[in-house]
């Protein structure tokens, strides 16, 4: 059962982590195209503006995946421990399924 709540968020964290590379190359091509057209068009040096913008999203989606994530899986790791001691101390033994486990109101 561990088991598979291990592969399930390894890969909810894989797809995530692939989302947070495919934006940030996104990111990075768009830029580069704009930049390009900035230096070619002559006008006033306006791309900072956007790489500013965008830059910040970035950083936000950065420290989603890669803090705020890893930080909520541990505390689920937690809690699905302190579950399983405690249904070992108490002697029921471990759910064959997760329809057999108690929901958060029990």
């Given at each position: 059962?561990?088991?598979?709540?291990?592969?399930?968020?390894?890969?909810?964290?894989?797809?995530?982590?692939?989302?947070?590379?495919?934006?940030?190359?996104?990111f990075?091509?768009?830029?580069?195209?704009?930049?390009?057209?900035?230096?070619?068009?002559?006008?006033?040096?306006?791309?900072?503006?956007?790489v500013?913008?965008?830059?910040?999203?970035?950083?936000?989606?950065?420290?989603?995946?890669?803090?705020?994530?890893?930080?909520?899986?541990?505390?689920?790791?937690?809690?699905?421990?302190?579950?399983?001691?405690?249904?070992?101390?108490?002697?029921?033994?471990?759910?064959?399924?997760?329809?057999?486990?108690?929901?958060?109101?029990?």
């Open positions: 059962m561990d088991d598979l709540f291990e592969h399930a968020m390894e890969s909810e964290r894989d797809k995530a982590i692939n989302g947070f590379y495919t934006h940030f190359i996104v990075l091509s768009v830029i580069a195209g704009l930049a390009l057209i900035n230096l070619v068009s002559g006008d006033r040096f306006w791309i900072q503006w956007i500013l913008g965008w830059g910040v999203g970035i950083a936000f989606h950065a420290f989603m995946i890669f803090v705020r994530r890893p930080q909520q899986e541990q505390k689920l790791r937690e809690l699905r421990r302190a579950r399983e001691e405690q249904r070992l101390s108490n002697g029921q033994p471990a759910p064959t399924s997760p329809a057999d486990e108690p929901g958060p109101s029990a």
